[in-house]
């Protein structure tokens, strides 16, 4: 979290970007106001910053409301990959949060961690939400569990035992009863986490799957763990996960890849 004594030490960059981070999947623009608080920066700062960043198209201004810029999403299209996959996800991560209530993200296997790529926020609710681009252990996230129990088993295996940090009291420190879990998960089709990537939320996710049973990314729903009921939540996220592994298999017309 970022305090007091963060906004007085960091770097213009470090300024600009919480500004950027400071933007959701789902807003429709947002003050100046509204952007200090969620940077946890003097408004007088943020009104500077958003001036340059519109003058170099990185931000737009609509009336007393700011926008991600043209630009921004221009230079965002050479991630081709996870653009596109962005792009088929987007609806579909809508209509679960719709349906649940909770806050839903896409997420990618990259080495031993999850990076996230996209949230839909749900209702308001005390479990942390990440943003687009943070890096979790596999291990310690229902998303990467989803994607770990479609990756070969050897992989699977060497990912585990390569990184098994402690992110929370309950994280699984375990190798051998975490590949247990990931053969359930592959059997049930969706794994889940309570309060293992941390205190007080849970987590439910689906691997969707690419040529054959490739894990392509993993889609979940997050809430606190008093929300959150995985019986009633793992239906809807198994069924996410499905239309979008039919979606992406008709985009890329049988070519073996993601579009």
Known sequence: MRTADWTESVSVLDRITAVFEAFGEDDE?????????????????????????????????????????????????TVEQPRRLRHFALPVMTELRNLTGQTVHLA??????????????GRPTQ??????????????????????????????????????RRLASRTTGDASALLLELADARRSGFASEREESAAGRCCIASAILGSGTVPVAAISVTGTSEELDPGRAAPAVRAA??????????????AGRVP
């Open 29 to 77: 623009g947002l003050g100046v106001s509204e952007l200090a608080r969620r940077a946890n920066l003097p408004k007088s700062t943020v009104s500077r910053i958003a001036n340059d960043l519109v003058g170099q198209r990185l931000l737009d201004r609509e009336g007393d409301k700011l926008y991600l810029g043209v630009h921004l999403f221009e230079m965002g299209q």
């Open 108 to 121: 990618v296997l990259e080495g031993t961690d999850v990076v996230f790529l996209s949230v839909v926020r």
């Open 127 to 164: 479990a942390p939400v990440a943003r687009v681009g943070t890096r979790l252990p596999a291990s310690a996230t229902a998303l990467g569990k989803a994607m770990l129990a479609f990756t070969p088993p050897e992989v699977a295996e060497r990912i585990v035992n390569a990184d098994l």
């Open 241 to 254: 996960a499905m239309t979008l592994t039919r979606r992406l298999d008709a985009g890329r017309g049988g």
